[in-house]
C-alpha cells in the first residue's frame, strides 16, 4: 500500500530520466577527484618529499629548527637519530623527522 503511494508521488514526466544518468555520474567522480588529485595529493607528496631529501643531507654543524621550535646545532648524525646542541653544554637527542626547518646563510638575520 505504502510502496504504490510513494510511487504515485513521483515527479511526473521523470520515469525515463532515471537510467541515463550514470555516465556523466561517473564523468564527474573522475573529474572531483582530478581536482583533488592537483589540489591536495600532489602537493603534499612533493613537500613530503622534499622534507625526506632535506633530513637525509643533514650533517655536522648545521643549524635546525625543531618541530617544537627548537634552534639547534647538529653535532653528532646516526641513522635515526640526531645529537643537537641547543645551549652551551646542553644537548638533546632528537628524531630526525622532528627537524622542520635547516637554517641557511640567507635566512639568518642580517646584524
Request: proline share 3%; hydrophobic share 45%.
Amino acid at each position: 500500500m505504502f510502496a504504490a503511494i510513494a510511487h504515485a508521488m513521483g515527479a511526473p514526466g521523470n520515469a525515463g530520466a532515471q537510467g541515463g544518468g550514470g555516465a556523466s555520474g561517473l564523468i564527474m567522480m573522475v573529474v572531483i577527484f582530478a581536482i583533488f588529485y592537483f589540489i591536495l595529493i600532489r602537493p603534499q607528496q612533493k613537500k613530503m618529499k622534499e622534507h625526506k631529501k632535506m633530513v637525509e643531507e643533514l650533517k655536522k654543524g648545521d643549524e635546525i629548527i625543531t618541530g617544537g621550535g627548537i634552534y639547534g646545532v647538529v653535532e653528532n648524525v646516526s641513522a635515526e637519530t640526531l645529537t643537537v646542541k641547543i645551549a652551551e653544554g646542553t644537548k638533546v637527542k632528537i628524531t630526525r623527522g622532528s627537524v622542520a626547518h635547516v637554517i641557511t646563510e640567507k635566512d639568518k638575520p642580517k646584524e
